[in-house]
């Protein structure tokens, strides 16, 4: 029995000894903290909006109704570069021949950037090139909604959208956009 007991009483020594060694477990340290108790107090700027005037009605004479202002040059946004590397791997892909290649890569740029107008010119000419010709169409009205105020892009759009429709066989459709392309 003394054996058995000094056996028990060495393990127990041996299990306390070594789990004095061990360390305790990883806690990730805080990161620091800055002290800005000294630093003033930032005041909210004001926010101001820009309001067309009131007018108000005089009795007897007719309000002037307003016609909505021309719309004004946009100017040149910077693309974004993930944007720019994927319509040049889809111009690439569509010189080689690859067109679903490049209408993926196009369709990842517009996720990206679904207001860029250069995006949908290069989707509807892919759209074209595989003779999908109603949602070439369709993505080229949709840039040329984006493209408002752009001269050069309106024109390249409907002269675009002329292209898809003489391809589909839609003559009346292409000189009507065509019409619309020498506007600009």
């Known amino acids: 029995m003394t054996?058995?007991?000094?056996?028990?009483?060495?393990?127990?020594?041996?299990?306390?000894v070594l789990a004095a060694c061990t360390t305790?477990?990883?806690?990730?340290?805080?990161p620091p903290v800055d002290d800005r108790s000294n630093l003033p107090p930032q005041q909210p700027t004001p926010?101001?909006?820009?309001?067309?005037?009131?007018?108000e009605a005089i009795p007897g004479q007719s309000i002037p109704s307003h016609q909505a202002p021309p719309p004004q040059?946009?100017?040149?946004?910077?693309?974004?570069p993930a944007v720019i590397a994927l319509l040049d791997r889809a111009e690439q892909a569509r010189v080689s021949g690859d067109l679903r290649s490049a209408q993926n890569?196009?369709?990842r740029a517009q996720r990206i950037a679904p207001r860029d107008?250069?995006?949908?010119?290069?989707?509807?000419?892919?759209?074209?090139?595989?003779?999908?010709?109603?949602?070439?169409e369709q993505v080229a009205?949709?840039?040329?909604?984006?493209?408002?105020?752009?001269?050069?892009?309106?024109k390249r759009f409907w002269q675009l959208i002329t292209e898809i429709r003489l391809r589909a066989g839609d003559v009346s459709g292409a000189e009507v956009a065509k019409l619309r392309a020498q506007k600009y």
């Open 141 to 154: 009205l949709k840039g040329v909604s984006l493209s408002s105020g752009n001269q050069v892009l309106l």
């Open 47 to 55: 926010e101001t909006h820009a309001y067309p005037p009131v007018e």
């Open 3 to 16: 054996n058995y007991v000094s056996r028990f009483f060495v393990t127990g020594l041996m299990l306390s």
């Open 117 to 136: 107008p250069k995006v949908y010119y290069s989707l509807a000419q892919t759209h074209m090139s595989l003779e999908d010709y109603d949602l070439a």
């Open 24 to 30: 305790s477990p990883y806690q990730p340290s805080q």
């Open 73 to 80: 040059a946009q100017l040149p946004q910077k693309q974004n």
């Open 105 to 107: 890569n196009l369709q």
